[in-house]
C-alpha cells in the first residue's frame, strides 16, 4: 500500500534553511509524483509543490517558487523538500504525499516540525 | 488565485447526516478529493474524483458535485467522525489548491 516516513522536528533561525526528506517504502518510488503540503499551527492546508520521481519535474506554488527545491534520490526512495530563507510564519507541520495519477494524495507522511524561532 | 471555499464549521447530531460543501468558480471542469484530518494526525483521503471511495473508506462517506459546489455527505454520523474536513482541487493541470477546511462537530 506504502508508507512515507519523515525526518524529524527542526528548530532554525530566521534566514536561514531547512531540508526535509521522506523516505517511501512498499511500492514503485518512480511510479507516483511526490507532493509537500505544510500547515501552520491551527490552520489549514497550504500546498506547496511536487516532483515527478521518474523525471524529476517540478512545479511549485507561486508563493514559494523563489525559495523552495524539491528533488528526490531514486537509490534510497527519498524525496527532498528544502525552503530557504525561512520567516517566522514558515513554522509549521510539513507533509509529504504520495499523488497518484487522479492528482489525489492517497499516502500521508507523519509531518515534520519546523519552528522558525530566534 | 484559485479558491475553494467551505463552511468553517458544521454541527450534527449522531445519526444524523452532516454535509460539507465546497465552493469554487472552476468545479464544475476539474475533480474535487476529500480530506479528513483529526487531532494530531496526518490527513486522510476518504474521497477521489469527486465521488469514489479509497478501500477501506466507510460507506457513510460520499461524494456529489453540481455545478460549482461540491458536496462531501457523511451518514449516520459517529463520534468519531469529529474532524476537519478540507476539498482539495486543481487550479491549472499544475498547481493543487485545497479548501480552508470545515470543522466537523458531532453534538
Known amino acids: 500500500q506504502g508508507q512515507l516516513v519523515q525526518s524529524g522536528a527542526e528548530v532554525k533561525k530566521p534566514g536561514a534553511s531547512v531540508k526535509v526528506s521522506c523516505k517511501a517504502s512498499?511500492?514503485?518510488?518512480?511510479?507516483?509524483?511526490i507532493t509537500w503540503v505544510r500547515q501552520a499551527p491551527g490552520q489549514g492546508l497550504e500546498w506547496m509543490g511536487w516532483i515527478t520521481v521518474y523525471n524529476g519535474n517540478t512545479n511549485y506554488a507561486q508563493n514559494f517558487q523563489d525559495r523552495v527545491t524539491m528533488t528526490t534520490d531514486t537509490s534510497t526512495s527519498t524525496a527532498y523538500m528544502e525552503l530557504r530563507s525561512l520567516r517566522f510564519d514558515d513554522t509549521a507541520i510539513y507533509y509529504c504525499?504520495?499523488?497518484?495519477?487522479?492528482?489525489?494524495?492517497?499516502?500521508w507522511g507523519q509531518g515534520t516540525m519546523v519552528t522558525v524561532s530566534s | 488565485s484559485y479558491v475553494l471555499t467551505q463552511p468553517p464549521s458544521v454541527s450534527v447530531a449522531p445519526g444524523k447526516t452532516a454535509r460539507i460543501t465546497c465552493g469554487g468558480n472552476?468545479?464544475?471542469?476539474?475533480?474535487v478529493h476529500w480530506y479528513q484530518q483529526k487531532p494530531g494526525q496526518a490527513p486522510l483521503l476518504v474521497i477521489y474524483?469527486?465521488?469514489d471511495r479509497p478501500s477501506g473508506i466507510s460507506e457513510r462517506f460520499s461524494g456529489s458535485k453540481s455545478g460549482n459546489t461540491a458536496t462531501l455527505t457523511i451518514n449516520r454520523v459517529e463520534a468519531g467522525d469529529e474532524a476537519d474536513y478540507y476539498c482539495?482541487?486543481?487550479?491549472?493541470?499544475?498547481?493543487?489548491?485545497f479548501g480552508g477546511g470545515t470543522k466537523l462537530t458531532v453534538l
Open positions: 512498499g511500492y514503485t518510488f518512480v511510479a507516483y509524483t
Open positions: 504525499t504520495r499523488e497518484a495519477l487522479v492528482r489525489a494524495s492517497d499516502v
Open positions: 472552476n468545479i464544475g471542469n476539474t475533480n
Open positions: 474524483l469527486d465521488r
Open positions: 482539495q482541487g486543481w487550479d491549472s493541470p499544475s498547481d493543487r489548491v
